[in-house]
């Protein structure tokens, strides 16, 4: 399949696209989006994901199928909240948020393609960070560099971080995670640097994330149009945008998916967009859903690029936020009526449900559910009363000792890190 950049070079294969990350004008990769009506329920999620995935490879070095198997080891099961609410667990793959299953796909693709020596640098609100240093640890012609910002994560975050030792090395920048994402971009852009370490990127700029998370919304809709109800309403907490787009580009792809509803935290650039249909690029500001602390979302130069209208835009998504205290309640009433824990950015999620309906909204709606709300203990269990059960990867890594050394959030202090 052939890519090219939403600000105009290329076209590149799709193996190219994801071996590069970033396009080289700065721009990123895109494809033409045409329905392909053959995408059929499989047993199991990597199944149904191969069917999704295997025309976009068609001609390409690498195996849609092997992929699949091989990334996709764990199940995204679909929870009832009540008699018309479901959330889409996305969390049991190995650090225990919805990353793994992005991370996992373009791992297994990179390995494949027998690259020069690869030196995957990534900057983290929390999450990717921990599931791309998972998914490259101990592979062999790969080294993961990860930046976070100090003090901007939660504890265990921070732990799982700083765990994996090996060919990962962590740095906790003295700044947001837009200083990490901007420090990422200008690394990228200095092509001596990026040439001397191999340097790729995994972060949700990668096509290699966006298409394996387009699998999870495709296996929750075919179960859903399955039980009637199709086609299903879609609620995504986001905040780069990485997670949201993938669910419209299955839309777009013919998947049996009707509204996506974004939800987002304090930091409200899309809803804004969405309303005036210009973002404000803004310092982002600190929220109980850490990892959606999100100022300039990197991936809303794609969805201009596959949404140009606004009205079709608008038809096809609408978005919200909310504020802590509210992901405070929300977690508090889901516990009391479920017993279900869910995690501060699901709560963002479940929040938007609850205006909608109160709106008049009808019929099923499913919820992203993109973290396990163990790992962010500390406001969880205060809300709910009760200790929440470690689930075993994020156990296993909370047992190894962690080490992340300082970084000043300068383009020179990153050069000398990287060696
Ligand atoms: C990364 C992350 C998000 C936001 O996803 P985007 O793809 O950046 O929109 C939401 N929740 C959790 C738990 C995350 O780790």
């Known amino acids: 399949m052939q890519c090219v950049s939403t600000r105009g070079a290329g076209p590149v294969s799709l193996a190219q696209a994801l071996a590069q990350g970033l396009a080289p004008d700065g721009g990123l990769y895109v494809f033409p989006l045409d329905a392909r009506p053959n995408v059929t329920l499989g047993t199991t999620l990597a199944d149904t994901a191969t069917t999704l ?34 959330l889409l667990e996305l969390f049991h793959g190995p650090t225990a948020a919805f990353k793994d299953f992005g991370a996992r796909f373009l791992a297994e693709a990179l390995a494949r393609l027998s690259l020069p020596p690869t030196t995957i640098l990534v900057a983290t609100s929390g999450d990717t960070g921990a599931a791309v240093a998972a998914a490259f640890h101990r592979r062999f012609g790969f080294r993961v560099v990860v930046l976070y910002p100090d003090g901007r994560v939660s504890a265990r975050q921070a732990h799982q971080l700083g765990a994996f030792g090996d060919n990962v090395r962590t740095f906790r920048v003295n700044g ?48 859903m149009q399955q039980r009637g109800a199709a086609p299903v309403d879609v609620i995504v907490p986001t905040g780069n945008l990485g997670n949201a787009l993938a669910c419209l580009m299955a839309k777009r792809l013919g998947l049996p998916i009707g509204h996506v509803f974004l939800a987002t935290n304090a930091n409200r650039v899309l809803p804004e967009f969405l309303q ?29 690029h596959w949404w140009p209208a606004p009205t079709a835009l608008r038809r096809d998504v609408s978005a919200d936020w909310v504020d802590d205290e509210t992901i405070r309640r929300t977690i508090g009433t889901v516990w009391r009526a479920t017993r279900t824990a869910i995690c501060p950015h699901t709560a963002c999620g479940v929040a938007v449900r609850d ?43 909370l047992k190894k000792p962690a080490i992340a050394r300082p970084l000043e959030p300068t383009s020179a202090a990153l050069e000398a890190a990287l060696g």
């Not at 091989?70 to 018309?84: R, S």
């Not at 852009?189 to 999870?216: C, E, F, T, W």
């Open 355 to 397: 205006r909608l309906r109160a709106k008049g909204h009808r019929g099923p709606l499913v919820i992203a559910a993109t973290a396990h709300p163990a790992k962010f203990e500390t406001i969880v269990e205060p809300l709910i009363g009760e200790p929440i059960e470690l689930p075993e990867g994020l156990a296993a890594l």
């Open 176 to 223: 947001s995670f837009d200083d990490c994402q901007r420090l990422v971009k200008a690394a990228f852009a200095d092509q001596a640097l990026v040439a001397k370490h191999g340097l790729s990127s995994a972060n949700s700029i990668s096509l290699g994330r966006l298409l394996p998370q387009m699998a999870y919304y495709a296996h929750a809709a075919l179960v």
């Open 276 to 304: 005036t249909g210009r973002a404000e690029p803004r310092a982002s500001v600190a929220t109980l859903a850490n990892a959606m602390d999100v100022g300039v979302p990197s991936n809303l130069e794609r969805l201009t």
């Open 53 to 86: 995935l295997a025309p976009l490879f068609h001609g390409e070095p690498l195996d849609a199928g092997a992929l699949c198997q091989a990334a996709f080891t764990f199940d995204a099961p679909l929870l009832p909240i009540d008699e018309d609410s479901f």
